[in-house]
Structures are given as structure tokens and as C-alpha cells.
Nanobody
Framework: QFVESGGGLVQPGGSLRLSCSASGFTSDDFAIGWFRQAPGKEREGVSCISSSGARTNYADSVKGRFTISRDNAKNTVYLQMNDLNPEDTGVYSC??????????????????WGQGTQVTVSS
């Protein structure tokens, strides 16, 4: 399972860095995806990174503002979020794709979901 951290309340235009740490296993063989769910909406893919870090993928809504990275030595994936806006509000969760596909249009290939961390963008 993964443990997410780094969420919080931030004003529009602000930044947060989320962390996704594997608990009890090594995640460096897997692609890791970040997903978010806003109140009353379906969970949507935000970003993913391949096991080596060579491939990344972003939702159109976050391109140019969010950056995903990983430190396999620390068993952790990061999501740097800049220029946040209220539409970015939601619970952010990470999960692993053992097939290392790094796709975000579906969550069906992902497993070992964490509990999520709340991100609220509001003035």
C-alpha cells in the first residue's frame, strides 16, 4: 500500500508538493500514477511516471503546472503542483501499475491504492 502526504489548504496561485511512499514493498519496478477525486466527480488521472522515470504523462488540465518525479532510493514519488487553482481541489491518491504502462486514462491497471491526501485550493 502507498501512503500519500503533503496535502493541505493553499490559496490560488500557490504550490504544494505531494509525496507517495510505498509501505512494505519496493515500488521501483512499477509505474506510479496520481489520481484525484473532487467532490461529486469521478476519480480522474493526473499524472504518471514509469519505473525508470524516463516516461511521464500528464492530464491536459495540469500540463505546465504539475511535475512528477521519483526517487527510487527513497521508494517515493513526488508531485510538484504549482499555480494551483480551485479546480485542482480534491483527494489525491497514488497507486502502482505493475505492467509499467504509465497511462492515466484508466485506473483499472493500478493497484495498492493509498488513502489519499486532501488538497484544497481556496482564498
Amino acid at each position: 500500500q502507498f501512503v500519500e502526504s503533503g496535502g493541505g489548504l493553499v490559496q490560488p496561485g500557490g504550490s504544494l508538493r505531494l509525496s507517495c511512499s510505498a509501505s512494505g514493498f519496493t515500488s521501483d519496478d512499477f509505474a506510479i500514477g496520481w489520481f484525484r477525486q473532487a467532490p461529486g466527480k469521478e476519480r480522474e488521472g493526473v499524472s504518471c511516471i514509469s519505473s525508470s522515470g524516463a516516461r511521464t504523462n500528464y492530464a491536459d488540465s495540469v500540463k505546465g503546472r504539475f511535475t512528477i518525479s521519483r526517487d527510487n532510493a527513497k521508494n517515493t514519488v513526488y508531485l510538484q503542483m504549482n499555480d494551483l487553482n480551485p479546480e485542482d481541489t480534491g483527494v489525491y491518491s497514488c497507486a502502482a501499475d505493475p505492467n509499467d504502462l504509465c497511462i492515466i486514462f484508466t485506473r483499472s491497471v493500478y493497484d495498492w491504492w493509498g488513502q489519499g491526501t486532501q488538497v484544497t485550493v481556496s482564498s
